[in-house]
């Protein structure tokens, strides 16, 4: 495995200085949420742009003018839409570079030069950006799916920054992916030539494990559907109720534990060093926390018989 060291390793390419900011702009954002109220002056704007869906309930009341930026949150379908399209050719592209010795096209190597391509022979391991490709590519087609036969939207909201933000993010982790693939000129560079000799123990944990997050994240997606059906599968209402069963027991969000999961299982996949891609985990790690903890803070005001047991995020943690 490659080192940290090195030149090209420990640049603060575009990518990195990217993640970093907004892993920087969550954890902020998460730390003014844990401040008791009244220390700080309230802004109804602010909290209307970290919200969304039912969290938005819990929120101050909401001036007139934010309602004018609302957009479905049964849009999340387009998020995607986009993934599977984008990262589809992406996949096909390194794919095809992989298997058939074909350069990337010239904007595209063009484009991953600006962001901070691994210009360098031999350090990253081709095998393991292609797994990771494949693993966010599968990801965004099971969500895809749950989206269209799984959850039941309600008329639950999301502000129209996030949703550009959310058409914007699929398209930058797949370039982030891509950027990590070791290069010689426009061509993959593979060690030996032959991509199943670089296979190595991490690969085969990093899989089992984005299987098993994967299999609980779309375990706790049916169980929040089934709240609003009856027993013959029909959607009955679109109420909120308390969810119990899998990681429900443990956590107010395990969705969103799960998303996590499946970024550290593709962190894993890249051989526990990557630091670029440890700067995506990052990331995800203070967007979902924040994400859960409105949502956690929702469901206590709502219920008064809420678990008392259950955390926001992490199991008995937090």
């Not at 593979?190 to 991490?202: C, D």
Request: hydrophobic letters at 50%; one cysteine or more; a positive charge.
């Amino acid at each position: 495995m490659a080192t940290w060291a090195g030149t090209e390793v420990s640049a603060l390419n575009p990518l990195r200085a990217l993640w970093l900011t907004l892993a920087a702009t969550f954890l902020l954002t998460l730390l003014l949420q844990l401040v008791p109220p009244g220390l700080l002056p309230g802004c109804a704007f602010f909290q209307d742009l970290i919200r969304y869906g039912k969290t938005k309930e819990g929120a101050p009341p909401r001036p007139a003018a934010c309602r004018a930026f609302d957009v479905p949150k049964r849009y999340f379908s387009h998020f995607y839409i986009i993934s599977v399209l984008w990262n589809g050719f992406l996949l096909w592209s390194l794919t095809h570079s992989l298997f058939m010795g074909a350069p990337f096209p010239n904007w595209l190597h063009g484009l991953l030069r600006i962001l901070g391509t691994a210009q360098f022979r031999g350090g990253e391991l081709a095998l393991s950006a292609f797994l990771v490709l494949v693993f966010l590519w599968l990801h965004s087609l099971r969500r895809l799916f749950e989206c269209f036969y799984v959850s039941v939207f309600s008329n639950a909201v999301i502000h129209v920054v996030q949703y550009c933000f959310g058409l914007v993010y699929y398209i930058l982790v797949g370039l982030t992916v891509l950027s990590q693939v070791p290069m010689d000129g426009r061509n993959v560079y593979v060690i030996g030539k032959n991509l199943l000799m670089q296979a190595r123990w991490f690969h085969i944990l990093g899989m089992m494990m984005f299987i098993w997050s994967s299999a609980h994240q779309y375990k706790c997606h049916v169980i929040l559907s089934n709240l609003r059906k009856n027993k013959a599968g029909v959607v009955i209402h679109c109420n909120h109720r308390i969810p119990f069963g899998d990681w429900f027991e443990y956590v107010s969000s395990p969705n969103y534990l799960a998303e996590l999961m499946i970024y550290i299982s593709m962190a894993i996949t890249f051989g526990f060093y990557n630091l670029t891609w440890w700067l995506v985990v990052t990331y995800v790690f203070f967007s979902q926390a924040l994400a859960a903890f409105l949502s956690h803070e929702f469901y206590k005001s709502k219920f008064i018989s809420y678990p008392k047991h259950r955390k926001a995020f992490l199991p008995f943690l937090f």
